[in-house]
């Protein structure tokens, strides 16, 4: 199943993304459509990434996740993780400007352009970026096992 979300606003109420049902009817295609927990996995990373909440980055990314930068450094779950306790990567705003997210089965992306803010090693850096990001389903939790991210211009 494929959804785009491109149209909708960053913080768009789930009744925006659902049809016009009955709520009892919402709640069931809520639990079918597995597409709604990726979105909301996605947003809680977002949410995490905000806070340098390092509890839910270490429950929402794979203990073997790989990350490429824009310069094509490649960096571990522990490599993020530090970056964060330490303070040498600050965000202090990431605003989605589009979201799609796609699922199949067990496994999902999510492709995201967002503006963003930091304090990285000391710098201030702003850039509007373009994150690619695969999930898997484990346990019923998605988490995040391969990443990307480039600049967009």
């Known amino acids: 199943m494929r959804q785009s979300l491109n149209s909708l606003p960053a913080k768009a109420p789930i ?5 016009r049902a009955n709520p009892v009817v919402l709640l069931r295609r809520a639990a079918e459509d597995r597409w709604v927990d990726l979105l909301t996995a996605e947003r809680q990373l977002q949410a995490a990434q905000r806070a340098a909440d390092i509890e839910s980055l270490d429950a929402l990314l794979h203990p073997k996740v790989v ?21 040498a990567l600050r965000i202090t705003s990431l605003v989605e400007e589009s979201l799609d997210v796609q699922e199949d089965g067990q496994t999902g992306v999510t492709r995201m352009v967002a503006a963003v803010d930091a304090v990285q ?10 994150y690619t990001r695969l999930w898997v ?17």
């Open 15 to 19: 009744e925006a993304v659902l049809p």
């Open 67 to 87: 990350g490429a930068g824009p310069d094509g450094t490649v960096f571990t779950k522990e490599d993020d993780l530090a970056s964060y306790r330490s303070g």
């Open 121 to 130: 090693g000391g710098a201030a850096v702003s850039a509007r970026l373009r």
């Open 137 to 153: 389903r484990e346990d019923g939790n998605w988490r995040v096992l391969a990443a990307t991210f480039v600049p967009v211009f």
